[in-house]
């Protein structure tokens, strides 16, 4: 193998150690939750990688995820890692166009058959046989099946790949479907949100080169490592939720000492995401550490549950009596602690069965 083509021949032209190379590799490993080991496995696969290729189609969307992931993290390892794959078609970022940029396209797909990954943002539009997306005269629906079989993997980035996103909100006039609705005999990961989390891209791309398959999903098809949780499990305004603090409005007191913003219409406690942990903008910060609460972006039919400032119409939380209670005592402290376990427990065994629209009824 010609080093000169690995990724870490390229981060060293950028000035990146292999010592900080193997903590971002550590870093990743943990916020997958794979074994200690992982990290140095995953560390010398992607250094030898010879840049996988990567097709991504953009169907029914904004170009926000794209924006997200192309202009969140740079100039991070994990950006040059982004750039160090084969990104083969991507006509936001392509310089080719017309022509050039198809035969581009139909190239790569017959040369890399079976071993390319398929990344894809947008919906698929089905109506009027798929006229209503098309790409150089031709539907998405048509690409996709074309292109869709002939995938190592399938990426679905942000929520309209994942679930038909706003183009399926109500009434839905261009048939938007998802694209595990129309291709379902390849692996396919969805990376839902609106806009999703760069990293859990660059996360799942690096499972992929190391490890050959994609990581461990959930039954919605996320990768269980980043929507294992939700917003409200790791959210630090927690504390508040459970002594029962409430902002009642976006600019009373409350709010500014940083209270739950349950009350206001926060989705967190119905979202799937990493958002409170892994957060954005080089773990800046996330929306509801801006002051605003979780709209549920990364759950399906976010967009038509809406009530983005209707709080959820959930029982209320008992245990944030038990809470208020438990200054009395360490015995009452142990007593919540166990009850917390219990609620969060309970709240996940009835999202198993509940979507975020179901919640909102
Ligand atoms: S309801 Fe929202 S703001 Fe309150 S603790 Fe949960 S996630 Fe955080």
Redesign the pocket.
């Known amino acids: 193998m010609n080093a000169n083509g690995s990724l870490m021949h390229k981060l060293a032209l950028q000035g990146v150690s292999r010592r900080s190379f193997l903590k971002y590799c550590a870093t990743l490993a943990t916020l997958m939750a794979l074994p200690p080991t992982a990290g140095r496995a995953m560390a010398e696969a992607l250094a030898q990688a010879r840049r996988p290729s990567v097709i991504w189609l953009p169907f029914q969307e904004c170009t926000g995820c794209t924006e997200s992931i192309t202009r969140s993290h740079s100039p991070s390892i994990e950006s040059m890692i982004f750039d160090t794959i084969s990104l083969d078609y991507q006509e936001t970022l392509m310089a080719a166009a017309g022509h050039q940029a198809e035969e581009v396209l139909h190239k790569v797909v017959e040369e890399n058959a079976g071993k390319f990954i398929l990344i894809i943002d947008g919906s698929v539009a089905t109506g009027l046989d798929g006229a209503y997306s098309c790409i150089a005269g031709r539907s998405n629906l048509d690409l996709l099946r074309e292109v869709g079989p002939k995938a190592a993997a399938i990426v679905a980035v942000g929520s309209c790949a994942a679930y038909g996103g706003i183009p399926k909100a109500k009434p839905n006039p261009t048939g938007a479907v998802a694209i595990s609705d129309i291709i379902r005999d390849k692996p396919i990961v969805n990376i839902p949100g609106c806009p999703p989390i760069p990293v859990v891209m660059t996360a799942v791309l690096a499972h992929f080169v190391t490890f050959g398959k994609l990581p461990e999903l959930d039954r919605l098809g996320r990768p269980r490592a980043f929507y294992g949780e939700?917003?409200?499990d790791r959210?630090?305004?927690?504390p508040?939720?459970d002594q029962g603090k409430f902002a009642k409005t976006f600019d009373d007191a409350g709010a500014r000492q940083g209270w739950?913003?349950?009350e206001l219409g926060?989705?967190?406690?119905v979202t799937y995401n990493a958002c409170?942990h892994v957060k954005w903008n080089a773990q800046t910060s996330f929306p509801?550490e801006s002051g605003h609460?979780?709209i549920g972006c990364s759950e399906p039919d976010f967009w038509d549950a809406g009530g983005f400032y209707k709080a959820l119409s959930m029982p209320a939380d008992p245990l944030k009596f038990v809470a208020g209670a438990a200054v009395a005592g360490a015995a009452v402290g142990v007593a919540v602690s166990i009850a917390n376990r219990a609620r969060k427990g309970a709240a996940r065994a009835a999202h198993e069965t509940a979507t975020l629209a179901d919640l909102e009824k």
Do not use: E, Q, V
Request: charged residues 15%; positive net charge; proline residues 5%.
């Open positions: 939700t917003i409200h959210c630090y305004r927690r508040f939720y739950c913003l349950f926060c989705k967190g406690p409170a509801i609460g979780c």
